[in-house]
């Protein structure tokens, strides 16, 4: 039985194999992996971390762009939850995660949470495993689900500038961010992401 850090080096592994097929027939190559996972909370970190994050490298190298929750040291992204009741369209109707809420550390320093790109997390509808869709509210919404969110805005991005990469993405993602408060006691928690704006900025 292989364990998970196991099975996505195996996967990273074929996606980079599976490009070269693709370049040798002229065809587009995959430029994006998401992968939703806090590595160091697997079972089998300590034996295969190190594998993981060579062939996650080896990916960049190969022009892949890799998103996953590891990045912390390089980008500053927090999950936050829509306000049920509120506008999901409005920066004014999310709250920092759960995690967050009351850790006064968070709040502390306004010019690192003017770095903090905010992802939406629960209360969201994300598509489903069995070609539907699915409402999550009070459950889940964690730093695994900013991943997939971004790697999908980063990816519609890419369909209007091919050759953007991640770094220069997550530039203007924050660039072009919503201030953004706790709906419930007004305070402020960072940036929330505007994949319209994003857009826009990117045509310019």
């Known amino acids: 039985?292989?364990?998970?850090?196991?099975?996505?080096?195996?996967?990273?592994?074929?996606?980079?194999?599976?490009?070269?097929?693709?370049?040798?027939?002229?065809?587009?190559?995959?430029?994006?992996?998401?992968?939703?996972?806090?590595?160091?909370?697997?079972?089998?970190?300590?034996?295969?971390?190190?594998?993981?994050?060579?062939?996650?490298?080896?990916?960049?190298?190969?022009?892949?762009?890799?998103?996953?929750?590891?990045?912390?040291?390089?980008?500053?992204?927090?999950?936050?939850?829509?306000n049920p009741s509120g506008d999901i369209n409005s920066s004014q109707d999310y709250r920092i995660w759960d995690a967050f809420k009351d850790d006064d550390e968070y709040y502390k320093d306004e010019e690192i949470?003017?770095?903090?790109?905010l992802i939406p997390g629960q209360h969201r509808t994300t598509a489903g495993m069995h070609n539907d869709y699915r409402y999550d509210g009070s459950v889940g919404g964690g730093q695994s689900w900013t991943i997939p969110y971004l790697a999908g805005v980063f990816a519609q991005a890419k369909q209007v500038r091919p050759?953007?990469?991640?770094?220069?993405?997550?530039?203007?993602?924050?660039?072009t961010a919503d201030k953004c408060y706790n709906y419930d006691d007004k305070r402020y928690i960072g940036k929330l992401i505007n994949p319209v704006k994003i857009i826009q900025a990117i045509k310019l």
């Not at 370049?23 to 089998?44: A, M, R, V, Y």
């Not at 949470?113 to 790109?117: A, E, K, S, W």
């Not at 050759?163 to 660039?175: G, M, N, P, Q």
């Open 113 to 117: 949470l003017d770095q903090t790109l």
């Open 1 to 82: 039985m292989l364990f998970q850090i196991e099975q996505s080096v195996l996967q990273v592994q074929k996606i980079i194999q599976q490009n070269k097929i693709l370049k040798e027939n002229n065809q587009p190559p995959i430029s994006i992996i998401s992968i939703s996972c806090g590595f160091d909370c697997l079972p089998d970190y300590k034996k295969n971390g190190a594998k993981l994050s060579k062939i996650i490298q080896l990916a960049k190298d190969e022009g892949i762009a890799v998103i996953t929750c590891e990045d912390k040291s390089a980008y500053r992204i927090y999950p936050v939850n829509a």
């Open 163 to 175: 050759d953007i990469t991640f770094d220069e993405f997550y530039k203007i993602a924050l660039e």
